[in-house]
T-cell receptor
Framework: AQSVTQLGSHVSVSEGALVLLRCNYSSSVPPYLFWYVQYPNQGLQLLLKYTSAATLVKGINGFEAEFKKSETSFHLTKPSAHMSDAAEYFCAVSDGWGKLQFGAGTQVVVTP | EPEVTQTPSHQVTQMGQEVILRCVPISNHLYFYWYRQILGQKVEFLVSFYNNEISEKSEIFDDQFSVERPDGSNFTLKIRSTKLEDSAMYFC??????????????FGDGTRLSIL
């Protein structure tokens, strides 16, 4: 069975500061990992995905994530936060058969 | 960019009534999904659908739930007799054909279902 754990339900960052959102996974098979973002009153938008090619994955809006098998982690980072990054972020894992298991989400607040 | 569209955006229904949530997946996608998010909780998988049949379903997806692709464009979720605990945001998603589940799923904006 697959699962993900997101550490921190709320993160507050200053504009221009590093954004770091933590995700740890549990999987009995090589996982496919995803980060999604949800803006208010909108659906889930794919930020990036890991599918066993490169361990450092670049996504949209300046975000990237690094797959670390030894730490079973897939943390999301952005070097410099922008006000438009305020949203909820979800880490998700798939076993390769389509079903996504989501983490509980991390709400990001960006302060001026 | 192609989008997954869901209607209605908000549905209010009396307990015990049937409700149908509608989705138009991206046109060249072949895998379809429904998820739900109860307020304050995780996004939960309900069902996946491929080649006109259910591929996988969760424990949540009991006999009260059904899915259908009635034509070449729509994908529907029916709840036969709604309960208060069915109140949630329901998301439809679709993905291209590919090897297993590594194709990203594209989500609609959701239907907020409120059961009174």
């Amino acid at each position: 069975a697959q699962s993900v754990t997101q550490l921190g339900s709320h993160v507050s960052v200053s504009e221009g500061a590093l954004v770091l959102l933590r995700c740890n996974y549990s999987s009995s098979v090589p996982p496919y990992l995803f980060w999604y973002v949800q803006y208010p009153n909108q659906g889930l938008q794919l930020l990036l995905k890991y599918t066993s090619a490169a361990t450092l994955v670049k996504g949209i809006n300046g975000f990237e994530a690094e797959f670390k098998k030894s730490e079973t982690s897939f943390h999301l980072t952005k070097p410099s936060a922008h006000m438009s990054d305020a949203a909820e972020y979800f880490c998700a894992v798939s076993d390769g058969w389509g079903k996504l298991q989501f983490g509980a989400g991390t709400q990001v607040v960006v302060t001026p | 960019e192609p989008e997954v569209t869901q209607t209605p955006s908000h549905q209010v229904t009396q307990m015990g009534q049937e409700v149908i949530l509608r989705c138009v997946p991206i046109s060249n996608h072949l895998y379809f999904y429904w998820y739900r998010q109860i307020l304050g909780q995780k996004v939960e998988f309900l069902v996946s659908f491929y080649n006109n049949e259910i591929s996988e379903k969760s424990e949540i997806f009991d006999d009260q739930f059904s899915v259908e692709r009635p034509d070449g464009s729509n994908f529907t979720l029916k709840i036969r007799s709604t309960k208060l605990e069915d109140s949630a945001m329901y998301f439809c998603a679709s993905s291209e054909a590919g090897v297993g589940g590594n194709q990203p799923q594209h989500f609609g904006d959701g239907t907020r279902l409120s059961i009174l």
